[in-house]
C-alpha cells in the first residue's frame, strides 16, 4: 500500500470524478488548491475522446478551474501518439467521432476522412456524441472489407446528470455483433496512459496516483501502470461493482472531498 502523504502527481479522471455534466463537485477546487500548496501536480486523465483539449479548458474555465494545454492528457491524445508510433502518418483514416475529435486527428498531421471512400487504411472511433445512423454503416463496410480497426477507450457508459449514456466500448459492441470485430482499445486500463502523463510531468511513478470512477479503466490504468490508485464512488462504481470485480482498487473514497479530508489529516 502506498503512502497518500508521499503522492505528488495526482492523474485525475474528470467525467463522475471532479464533475458530472456541468456541476462541479463539492470539494474539487478546494483539492486541486491543496496539490498546488504541497509542491505537487494534477492532470486531467480522461477517456472521453468526444471534446478536444480546448474544449476540455473551456469548459473547466466555466467550472472555475485554470488550465492550460500541458494540464490534459486524453485517450484522443494516446491514440494520436500510438498511431504515429505505428506508421499511420502516411495512411488514410476514417475518422469516426465528434468534429472534437477529427480536428484532434487532422492537427496531429493525419490524413482523414469521415466519408465511405476508396484507399481507407483504418478505422479510428472514439467516443461519439453526434453519431449517426450513416457512420455505424460506414464502419459495418469498413470492418467487413478488413481495414485496420482502432478505438479511443472502452468505456460501457459515459455519465450524465441524468443517468448514463453509451460510450465509445458500446458501441464498439454493437459493431462486434454485425461484424464480428473488435477494436484495439488506446485508452485506459491501457498503462500506457498513466506512465505517459508521468513522463510528460517529471514525476516519479512513487509519486503518482490515478483517481477515478471508473474500476475497470480508471483504477485498472492504475494497476497495470504499477501505481497508486483510488476509486471515487461519485460516478458510475458502486460498493457493489468492487465486490464483484477481479480489479481491486488500493483506496475507496466516496468523493474527491473525502480524499482531501484524508490528505489534510
Known amino acids: ?22 456541476d462541479l463537485f463539492d470539494g474539487t477546487l478546494d483539492f486541486l488548491e491543496y496539490v498546488r500548496s504541497i509542491g505537487g501536480r494534477y492532470m486531467f486523465l ?11 479548458i473551456e469548459k473547466l474555465a466555466k467550472l ?12 484522443a ?5 500510438y498511431l504515429k508510433e505505428h506508421g499511420y502518418k502516411d495512411k488514410k483514416l476514417y475518422a469516426f467521432g465528434t468534429e472534437s475529435f477529427k480536428k484532434e486527428l487532422t492537427d496531429n498531421g493525419f490524413d482523414i476522412t469521415d466519408r465511405l471512400e476508396e484507399g481507407i487504411d483504418c478505422l479510428v472511433m472514439g467516443f461519439d456524441t453526434e453519431l449517426t445512423f450513416q457512420k455505424l454503416e460506414d464502419a459495418c463496410i ?23 449514456v453509451p460510450d465509445c466500448g ?4 454493437i459493431l462486434c455483433t454485425a461484424t464480428k470485430r473488435m477494436p484495439l482499445f488506446i485508452g485506459k486500463p491501457q498503462p500506457e496512459m498513466a506512465l505517459l502523463a508521468a ?3 517529471g514525476f516519479a511513478k ?18 497495470n501502470a504499477g501505481i497508486a490508485n483510488a476509486l471515487v464512488l461519485s460516478g458510475e462504481t458502486t460498493q457493489e461493482d468492487v465486490i464483484k470485480s477481479d480489479v481491486k482498487p488500493m483506496y475507496i473514497f466516496k468523493d474527491i472531498k473525502e480524499i482531501l479530508k484524508v490528505l489534510k489529516t
Not at 209 to 220: E, H, K, L, Q, S
Open 46 to 56: 480522461t477517456n472521453n475522446s468526444s471534446k478536444s483539449v480546448d474544449k476540455y
Open 170 to 173: 458500446s458501441i464498439s459492441q
Open 64 to 75: 472555475g478551474i485554470k488550465a492550460g494545454y500541458e494540464d490534459f492528457f486524453t485517450s
Open 1 to 22: 500500500m502506498y503512502d497518500l502523504k508521499n503522492m505528488r502527481l495526482f492523474l485525475l479522471d474528470m467525467d463522475g470524478t471532479i464533475y458530472l455534466d456541468n
Open 142 to 164: 469498413l470492418l467487413g472489407r478488413g481495414v485496420d480497426y482502432i478505438a479511443t477507450n472502452p468505456d460501457w457508459v459515459c455519465p450524465t446528470w441524468y443517468g448514463y
Open 77 to 81: 491524445q494516446a491514440t494520436a501518439i
Open 206 to 223: 512513487e509519486q503518482t496516483m490515478i483517481i477515478g470512477d471508473r474500476i475497470y479503466t480508471d483504477v485498472a490504468c492504475g494497476v
Open 199 to 201: 513522463q510528460k510531468a
